[in-house]
């Protein structure tokens, strides 16, 4: 049996049958939460700011302009989240490791279900300003086009080469540090 | 680091966060519980399915069984009505318009769009169709002007201006966050005290 398109399901939903908005969660959940996960560095902010994607979009769907786009439009949404929540998060409190002497408090706190190349990594990516972290992800953790990278962050396809660049450069600085770190406590 | 060693860094951290993420088991279970809260209920749901687009697919056949049996029913109801006083249906209507006025109001919105050629009414109360509520213009003005009847409720509304432009209603307060593009706007039906 064909499952049916998510375009054929929003047609579903926008008739009524709210239900069958659960056939979209359970098919775009998976690829989201990993995208919202390393965008908010903790599981659960990533699972609020996805529900509230998910519910957000269930909301609004008469207004998804592309049902056959429908994960490029909750992408969109998702990544609005993220970012309204990261800034939220930031005026609340300093969650992000922002400075050195943090960096070596989060370093020698024990994280043992965790390897510690994950860990530095997790670090690395927390360190990069908000439009680079998502720019990284998008590029090459979900490996979109720079087109469709655009499409979704509004942003030129320049300024997107640029940034993602930047990122690179960014993330192989802090691995170093992190390495660095790592040598004055072994 | 050569650029190799850095191509090769870069793969493997991409790799790592390609990693699948765990969600707690209920996630889904979470997300629809918001959703059914979310659901539009009563009126406002019947409304919804009402104003909703959808493609419908028949067959000629069909298409011309229907229109033979509309035909037919007309032509029942004109003979009926002919041969006999009508009775009942315009009390029945009035007991239903009643009902109905108790949820709905009629609302019109106007929107000041100097040099426009074509204005539209979008909201969740029409699907954000931009074909469905047009604004007539009010005599020479550029003043435009519709009158939509809305269940009680808010409910979150923008013009399209030449169906492109999407304006929030200058008069009314904006929505909340908005995270799909331009502001909305909000009206509430049914604040006024009755």
């Known amino acids: 049996m064909i499952p049916d398109s998510d375009a054929e399901v929003i047609s579903r939903v926008l008739a009524g049958d709210t239900e069958a908005f659960a056939i979209l969660v359970a098919r775009h959940r998976d690829r989201f939460a990993r995208f919202a996960r390393h965008m908010m560095g903790n599981r659960e902010d990533a699972e609020e700011a996805l529900q509230d994607a998910f519910v957000r979009a269930y909301r609004s769907l008469g207004r998804c302009a592309e049902p056959d ?18 800034a939220r998060r930031r005026r609340r409190e300093r969650t992000f490791v922002s400075d050195d002497r943090a960096l070596d408090q989060a370093w020698s706190r024990p994280e043992v279900e965790r390897s510690e190349w994950r860990e530095e990594l997790a670090r690395a990516l927390a360190r990069l300003e908000h439009k680079q972290r998502e720019a990284f992800l998008l590029k090459h953790v979900e490996q979109l086009s720079y087109e469709e990278m655009s499409v979704l962050t509004r942003d030129g396809v320049s300024a997107l080469k640029m940034r993602v660049r930047r990122a690179c450069v960014r993330l192989q600085l802090f691995l170093k540090d992190g390495d660095q770190i790592r040598g004055q406590h072994v | 680091m050569s650029d190799e060693q850095f191509d090769d ?35 406002g749901r019947v409304l919804q399915w009402l104003v909703a687009p959808r493609q419908v697919a028949i067959s000629p056949l069909t298409g011309l069984a229907a229109a033979c049996a509309l035909i037919l029913g007309f032509w029942f109801a004109l003979a009926q009505g002919r041969s006999s006083r009508m009775v009942a249906p315009a009390a029945v209507e009035r007991v239903a318009d009643e009902r ?3 949820e709905v109001e009629v609302v019109r919105f106007v929107l000041v769009a100097p040099g426009a050629n074509a204005v539209a009414l979008v909201g969740d109360f029409n699907g ?9 213009p009010v005599g020479a003005t550029d003043v435009w002007s519709v009158e939509v009847p809305l269940v009680r409720g808010a409910h979150e509304y923008a013009f ?9 209603d200058p008069a009314a307060p904006r929505a909340g966050s908005n995270d799909f593009g331009p502001p909305n706007s909000v009206v509430i039906v049914g604040a006024r005290a009755s």
């Open chain 2, 100 to 102: 109905l006025a108790a």
């Open chain 2, 9 to 43: 860094l870069i793969e493997r951290v991409a790799a790592e966060l390609r990693e699948p993420v765990a969600l707690r088991p209920d996630f889904d279970a979470r997300v629809m519980a918001r959703v059914q809260q979310a659901r539009p209920r009563g009126m």
């Open chain 2, 128 to 136: 954000w169709d931009t074909g469905s509520t047009p604004l007539r």
């Open chain 2, 160 to 168: 399209v201006i030449d169906g492109r432009e999407w304006r929030a």
């Open chain 1, 69 to 86: 786009r429908f994960d490029a439009w909750l992408y969109r949404i998702l990544a609005n989240r993220c970012r309204t929540a990261a």
